[in-house]
C-alpha cells in the first residue's frame, strides 16, 4: 500500500478514537457523578454544566471537547498526502473526529451533540464564519438567560453565570444553522466545505430534537 495512503487511514482512525474520548464523562467522574445517571444523560458539556455550573462545568468540558475537533484538522496539515488537497484531508480528518464525539466507541456509540467538536473543526477550516456563528452563540445565550432570568422574576438569576447554562440548547442550534448560512454568504466556492457545514448543522438539529419540542412548548431545554 502506497505510504500516503498509510498516512490517510492513520489519520483517519487518530481522529475517529480521539473524537470519541468522553471529556464529559472523564470530568464527572472526577469529580464522583456519573454523568450518564443524571440530568439528560447526555455526556456533553450543557449537562456536565448542570452539575458543576458554567464556569465549574461547561467551560472545562467544552475546552476539551473543542480540542478533539481542534487536533485532528491541526495534524491533517502535518500529513503529506498528496491526492486529498485544499480543505477536503482537514475536512475528513475534523468529520471523523465529530463522528467520534457522537458515535464514541468506547460508549456503545453514545456519544454527546457534536456542537464543541465541531467548533473546534471548523475554526481552523472557516475562522471568519465560525467568529460569526460565535457571536450568534453568545448573544442568543444571553438573551435566552434575560428572558428566563425575567420569566422567573428572580434577581439572583440576573448574575450572568448562574443558571447560563439554561440557553446553550438554543444557542447550540442557532450557531449550527447559521454556520453554513455565513459559508454560503462570505465563500460560496468552498462548496465541500458547505456540505459538511450543512451535513453539521442537521445532526446537530436532529441531537437537539428534545430541546426543540421542549422550546416549542414553552419549556427548558436540555
Known amino acids: 500500500m502506497n505510504k500516503e ?21 472523564i470530568y464527572s467522574k ?56 485544499g480543505d477536503l484531508l482537514m475536512i475528513v480528518a475534523g468529520s471523523f473526529s465529530i463522528l467520534g464525539h457522537i458515535f464514541p466507541v468506547y460508549l456503545g456509540f453514545r456519544g454527546g451533540k457534536g456542537v464543541a467538536t ?36 428572580n434577581k439572583k438569576n440576573l448574575y450572568f453565570f448562574k443558571d ?16 453554513p448560512i455565513l459559508i454560503y454568504l462570505i465563500e460560496p466556492n468552498r462548496s465541500i466545505l458547505l456540505i459538511l457545514s450543512i451535513l453539521i448543522a442537521t445532526l446537530v438539529i436532529i441531537r437537539h430534537r428534545e430541546n426543540i419540542i421542549k422550546i416549542i412548548k414553552g419549556e427548558q431545554g436540555k
Not at 8 to 16: D, G
Not at 30 to 45: H, Y
Not at 119 to 143: K, Y
Not at 164 to 179: D, F, H, M, T, W
Open 118 to 153: 465541531s467548533a473546534g473543526v471548523f475554526i481552523f477550516i472557516a475562522p471568519l464564519e465560525s467568529l460569526f456563528s460565535s457571536i450568534i452563540f453568545i448573544l442568543v445565550l444571553i438573551i435566552a438567560h434575560i428572558i428566563n432570568s425575567t420569566a422567573n422574576q
Open 164 to 179: 447560563i447554562q439554561k440557553g446553550v440548547g438554543i444557542s447550540s442550534i442557532s450557531a449550527a444553522i447559521s454556520l
Open 30 to 85: 472526577l469529580r464522583g457523578i456519573d454523568i450518564r445517571k443524571v440530568g439528560s444523560g447526555n455526556i456533553g458539556a450543557t449537562n456536565v454544566s448542570r452539575q458543576f455550573g458554567f464556569l465549574g462545568g461547561f467551560v472545562p468540558v467544552f475546552i476539551l471537547d473543542f480540542l478533539k475537533g481542534a487536533i485532528p484538522v491541526i495534524v491533517s496539515r502535518l500529513i503529506p498526502v498528496s491526492f486529498m488537497q
Open 5 to 25: 495512503w498509510v498516512y490517510f487511514i492513520l489519520l483517519c482512525i487518530f481522529s475517529y478514537l480521539l473524537g470519541s474520548v468522553p471529556f464529559g464523562l
